[in-house]
């Protein structure tokens, strides 16, 4: 458990770097990510490098102590190299080129710029590769920031005719697994298809969903050509990617499987401001954020590295006061940045980073707060992350090595698998206007952390056979693989699989999955889906549970045929609402809070889990032989885990934004 | 009364055709509508055409004693075309080129896609115009679906142009019409002059009218090319086009001039989520359906036909299930899909035709339910199209013959005029944001069907000699002509015309009429408007009716100088809100229901006509002798119609969604 | 103060102009403006002038004793023009250029258009320059109307560079005060910098502030060719323009410096509909418009002029009726417009201009009212300007000579700061959605006059010396010049300055000033800002005042450091939200009208100015020995001024939409 912070020695005067280095190191930092948009400062013109200013930085930080994060500028080409070559540009939808003037400006599938940032790769990677300072790497900066991923040029278009072609081999298979005698639609030759905008109506759902595959793919081999480049000029560093929040334009999963580590930049209140929670839940939160949008995110990029990386995580950008870039930015309460901290550190972070060491005094992001203000004051992010590098040596968790931390963290009984084809499937064709396949992910997530468990959120193609309960609340993904090894974990004991609507509903090519939804999962849920409904606004169905309470369902609803599946919970009308079939539960629409947390309550006691219903924004993390508990509400609340042996940070009592860390006894 | 069905034989394997048609036949449906969308599969490389299957399709439908429905494919022109003229695409007002990939993107003007359309519907109507088995033709599909009308291509300039000199005769005579002298806005040639679109701000309104105008006579002409040649080779077959629902685009009246027969596609959950209703509406009408959406397209489209085709129409497409186009789509309630069915028959209905036999697995539609599920078992709407062709043999109704229907329907006493060019009018200058003129339009519908009352929905050349009671809800056009035949027909006995507000504002360049609205209407009326408000939401006037009742107004007011009118209901401050003046009301503003009830019930009164105030969604239709009764809504209900003499379906206990049919006793 | 009206001969048949002008002297109008949109008549083909209709009708008026404004016609370039010179054309953000259709198509840095502007100025003012009708000159109409400021054309580009050469000298200047090392925003010339538009995310703020800057000075240069043309051929003519309401896209003061007098078009319901209010304001204004939105634009107009013309402004159109281009066009309700002249006289108008004589019946502005309907009838507006008129005449009033009714205009002790860069600032980088600095300083400004306080706004380079409270609501630009004054007011007495939020916070490239906010302003204020927070709506924090009365906070919070300042009221949670210090007095937030009208209660009383809290919706205003009360409210209001000796008009008993004039005994 470290701290880092991000720096940009290029946009400070010289003579504060020194200084800066010093204070860094004493605050307790130990990771200091550096140049990720430097590119005008280290090749001002044409093939002359700087590497002077560079040098000199990367030697202060290290003259400190401190570990340097290194990274490739490639998120932002300078002007001189865009307009020697224009056609490097992304291309929007109505066919114009992005301008610069801000950022990731460049097309992922344009050879030219390929070439240019292996240039500047190889650049950066052979001058400093070996450097005993820097003990890291970061591919270029939040892929796909500013729904950057899909473009419309030229190069993509020739792009996505070979992947096509590479992927149907005749364009006859192409047009019979698309469907595309519809609308007389089909194709004669790969060269005749064109990426999927410009339409009179909606594209075609196949073509869209392909050319979201074909451009996810752009990302990852993007992403190799840089990550070929450091391991070949720095070997035994790790090698990363700052990924960011509820964004699913390319398949994480994949892009993951080039890094040694995950990392990804946590805002949670810009998050809570611009994502799809309701206005009331956006005011409640509004100086704390939604305590499961961090959370999600740990677990979900914990989940993403594989093999020997297994568990590898860190925040390489933490919110450390109010940022700019959402609609409305309050000030986060005192103690937020603390308990945010001590939230990554409790899902397993290896580090965490604050963005970043001293709020710009200019450009774009001059209204986000770093750890200190433009003229060099400490502000109250930086007192925090004080706080909390002496808070980490005072309870000897600084100790803690990365290896324990992440086997710790790997304890969760609950596995809740995000997909990114399904995603896409869901946001190609929602069938309704609000329905959103994150948010119904983040709301039974949220639900399984109010019962107190914890969570792995993970990929359809993880190992699943140390998980008693198995959540998937979007999987629209006919995936006959998981569904096999689902069977194969319910014959061999207890594992519990919950299902939310649609699941399986959609083979490869977004048609319907064979023999009706859920496709491949039909043998273990059960159930035959007969007919959907998607509900506007307002129109809300009663659920009658067992106990006699009600819950409520809106969004969407299934009537589904029963096939060996017994009614669980129903609508009034006598329809079911949630099923069983032996260790598998489907929900046929969109359950509330409560509605949730019935289903998984049952779910959990099957699996032989112990739930418990928490405090009101109250959280719990196990973490190896610790329980983290943070309070996230405005209430002091007194709680303790079952089975504590001694409190070493913190107590019963929480005040508002107030932390305590316990050991258990080693009977648990 | 038949049934009828959209099918799709390039979409399914061969093997299952005869197996379709002939459980088609043993359901009761007599239609069966093919090939609009086929144009890639008859003609998959340019020039060579592949009947064969079509050929097979046809013989197999023909071999179970079904009627075919034939159409042209020119909604879906294959890529090959288009690639080979993109010359033919639709512009969209910012300059570009619609794009492949959906359907409907060819130009109206374009005269290369005309000489296509002529090319492929003589190929289509050469091989089948005799085929025994064609019963009927559709041209194209759903005009303007997607709002294609309006193009912004060199050849809609060119024929715009043209179009204006040959109306114009003279540019200088333009520029008077259109009152160019406003911001130096004239022209010195009709070639000066360039489509309405942008302008800095607003074009100029006679230019955008004179555009629609324009646009719509283009549809009217692409139309009439292949009616020419249908009739040409198909002669003695029906031809018809399948209007929409709430669209206004063109001129419906002018496209059915070159009809036999008026078809429209009715989705009432579809509509009823994506158009005005309220908030509140689009809850309470969720799973039904506002009631009287199919009601008011059916009696629109009743009205289209003229000359020996009076009153002809059918249902090409209905909704069967749930759809996927509209911004949610729950399914309808059990019994609705049959209620729709008879509630189109119960308005005159020659054909009520299910989009369709079986849903698509695939493409953009893949979620819109048809009668069957993609794995060929039967859906609800299948089960119910089956109910509705037993009750219509079990009680007789399947035998009536069209005529007698057509002649039935044609009793009802109240005409409502829908004028397309008035709509355009309002849509061009609705001077408050939510001006919408289908919707008042509708309001004043539907307050009429609340009375019991049956209407005819006709257009401003209708002959109105058999009605007793003449609405103009949103007659914005100067039409003396019509003034000239209403005032014929109040001189000649009880005929009373209701006036909404902006009636005759507007002369045909959408300039003010002269001596003020309501222009050629104002001696009928006995109003001369003095000015007008367009209210914001929320400002809403009581309006006090002589019984002291009280009801409300919001939109619009007008201030009226009375010239003989007498005011009826007056507002809180003095000012009158309804006023008559011999056997002609006028509406000052736009009331509520209660208030448009409370005009109504008057000038039906005046008019010699009876009304009830119906119980809440509960509608009646009375067709001949025969008298429908609909339940619309979630109580059961109590009603017969007065003077029955025998129920032949259903009874006076009405459960939700219940339907009773009721003959009259033969003294009615 | 005199009467006036707009006019367009060219719009009617010429045997109505000798009447229309018989009636305009009898009613009372010395003031006619004409031909702003007249070019296609000046000049129908190019190069050949019809001067003769306008000879006529300019004789017409002169005849009948009416004084012309006359005007330059370049706000509708003629059709001709624009194909012999597309290039002419404002180009939009997306790289179109604007069509002909409507109005202001011009790019204000085409050279091209500069010269036919010229060419046509020249032209007329050579023609009437010295006619002994023409007693003054508009330039153009409503500068940048339907936001056609900002053009992204060639010509644009062209001029941007230069002027950025000519500010920065050299590009690295550039580079470091934008601070492009941020992002590798870093240019290696001035001919690498385009317009900052088509960005992947936000443009560089600095970039977006010089890209306003420039287009204010292009049309500032643009009017200034014409005002040198005419100063030239009409000399002792007034000329002037004639402004907007709420319309900030280019620095007012800087055009004004050009102007003889500032004139401005008031639309009281419009702006009540279009602009920031809340739905429940736009409802209960409906019918009268907000009471302070024309007097907000007339105390800001008439701040414009300086030297000689201080204090000179008219209302060039003056709503007379309902409009026509807001989202709702209510008509106001009886007695506004008298209610609406008599406010513009109190304020120090000259002369009130209605717009229009005459409704047109055609073209885009038919629905708008004029003081006459289209057939000739006198409308509402017009009995009231009659009454007017003859009011004016009956107290004396007509007579009083335009210096003195300015000198007594200037007798306000308050001094609001309205500062255009500073407008610029916050709608570059709001940080919150709903920031709108305008809003902000229209609530301070309400509140001010909520409490009986006439206000002048003014500059930043204004002379405060007269003043006892000056007012900076959104004052974001750093001002070392204006805190100087401020300082040096305060040293000579009892000066009270009070400071909005983000007072001084950015430097004049729109980063952070200097030492954190409030920059210039911390001595004064003595205050430090530490962090900021823009709030979401519904976040709304109680504020306690010292008598214990509360008011609310929202859209934005600061945390200060005192420097010597005193908290005043504080938050819930004891930080300040109010603070004084000495004469100084700083709002951390966005406060109610609660908190606004507290705040300057205590300020005023600190500068010696009586207040007092206004029945609701009436407002007072003192022009030299008068005070004109004004009931804005829909009640009976009972009101007399303090020290009042005669009542010249009206009573101390006001109806809704109620005037009273009254004179102040002497010894005030």
């Known amino acids: ?18 200084d800066d280095a010093a204070r860094m190191a004493a605050m307790g930092i130990r990771y200091v990510r550096i140049a990720e948009f430097a590119w005008s400062r280290i090749e001002p013109t044409p093939g002359e490098f700087d590497w002077a200013w560079l040098d000199r930085s990367i030697a202060t930080l290290h003259a400190a102590g401190l570990r340097v994060v290194m990274c490739t500028p490639t998120a932002t080409p300078p002007k001189w190299l865009v307009d020697s070559d224009p056609a490097m540009l992304a291309v929007d939808a109505n066919g114009q080129a992005r301008g610069f003037g801000s950022r990731r400006h460049y097309c992922f599938s344009s050879p030219s710029y390929r070439a240019q940032s292996a240039r500047i790769t190889e650049a950066v990677a052979q001058r400093y590769g070996q450097h005993p300072a820097v003990a890291a790497w970061q591919t270029d900066n939040e892929y796909g920031c500013h729904l950057t991923v ?59 969903l392909d050319y979201r595959r074909f451009a996810s793919d752009e990302v990852v081999a993007f992403n190799r050509i840089q990550t070929d480049i450091l391991r070949q000029h720095s070997p035994g560093r790790d090698v990363t990617h700052n990924f960011m929040g509820f964004f699913t334009e390319f398949d994480h999963h994949d892009v993951a499987a080039d890094l040694d580590v995950a990392t990804w930049d946590s805002y949670p209140l810009g998050f809570t401001q611009d994502f799809f929670l309701s206005s009331l839940e956006k005011q409640r939160y509004a100086r704390t954020g939604h305590p499961d949008i961090p959370a999600f995110h740990h677990d979900l990029y914990r989940g993403l590295c594989t093999g020997a990386n297994k568990g590898r995580w860190w925040v390489m950008e933490q919110q450390p006061g109010p940022v700019n870039w959402a609609q409305w930015n309050p000030a986060p309460l005192d103690g937020m940045v603390r308990l945010w901290t001590w939230q990554a550190f409790a899902h397993g972070a290896e580090v965490v980073s604050y963005f970043r060491w001293r709020q710009a005094p200019f450009a774009q992001e001059q209204m986000h707060a770093g750890l200190h203000r433009p003229d060099r004051s400490l502000d109250q992010g930086g007192l925090e992350a004080t706080q909390v590098a002496q808070e980490l040596l005072a309870i000897g968790l600084a100790a803690t090595g990365d290896a324990a931390a992440n086997a710790s963290a790997s304890q969760a009984r609950v596995a809740l698998v995000l997909d990114y084809p399904s995603l896409w499937m869901a946001q190609i064709q929602p069938q309704g206007a609000d329905y959103n396949p994150m948010e119904i992910t983040f709301r039974a997530y949220s639900a399984l952390r109010q019962l107190g468990l914890d969570v792995d959120i993970v990929s359809s193609r993880a190992d699943l056979k140390s998980y008693a309960l198995v959540v998937l609340p979007a999987h629209l993904r006919e995936d006959a693989a998981l569904a096999a090894r689902l069977a194969a974990l319910q014959a061999d004991g207890t594992a519990q699989a919950v299902f939310g609507p649609r699941a399986g509903a959609k083979n490869q090519a977004l048609s319907f999955a064979d023999g009706l939804p859920p496709g491949a999962f039909a043998a273990l849920a059960g ?89 009101e924004d109250l959280r719990t993390s196990r973490l190896g032989n610790h329980v983290f508990v943070q309070n996230f509400s405005s209430s002091t609340v007194h709680y303790a885990p079952v089975n504590h042996a001694q409190c070493l940070l913190g107590a019963r009592e929480l005040a508002p934004q107030g932390l305590a860390i316990w050991k258990l006894s080693p009977s648990i």
Chains 1, 2, 3 share one sequence.
Request: glycine share 8%; with cysteine.
């Open 527 to 615: 159930v035959r889906v007969q007919r959907v409904s998607s509900l506007p606004p307002g129109v809300v169905d009663a659920v009658r549970w067992p106990d006699g309470s009600l819950s409520s369902n809106s969004h969407w609803r299934e009537d589904v045929q029963t096939q060996g599946a017994q009614a669980l919970a129903n609508f009034d009308d006598g329809r079911p609402a949630v099923l069983r079939h032996g260790s598998s539960w489907y929900s046929t629409g969109w359950p509330d809070e409560a509605g949730w947390k019935q289903l998984f309550t049952r779910a959990a006691a099957a699996a032989g889990l112990a739930t418990q219903d928490l405090p």
């Open 1 to 18: 458990m470290q701290l880092g912070v991000c720096y940009y020695p290029e946009q400070w005067p010289e003579e504060w770097w020194a």
């Open 150 to 208: 899909l473009s419309y040029s030229q190069a993509a278009r020739q792009g996505f005719r070979a992947w096509l072609q590479a992927k149907y081999i005749t364009v006859d298979a192409l047009n019979t697994a698309w469907g595309n005698v519809f609308w007389s639609q089909e194709y004669r030759s790969f060269d005749e298809i064109d990426p999927p905008v410009g339409t009179v109506t909606e594209a075609h759902p196949a073509h869209r």
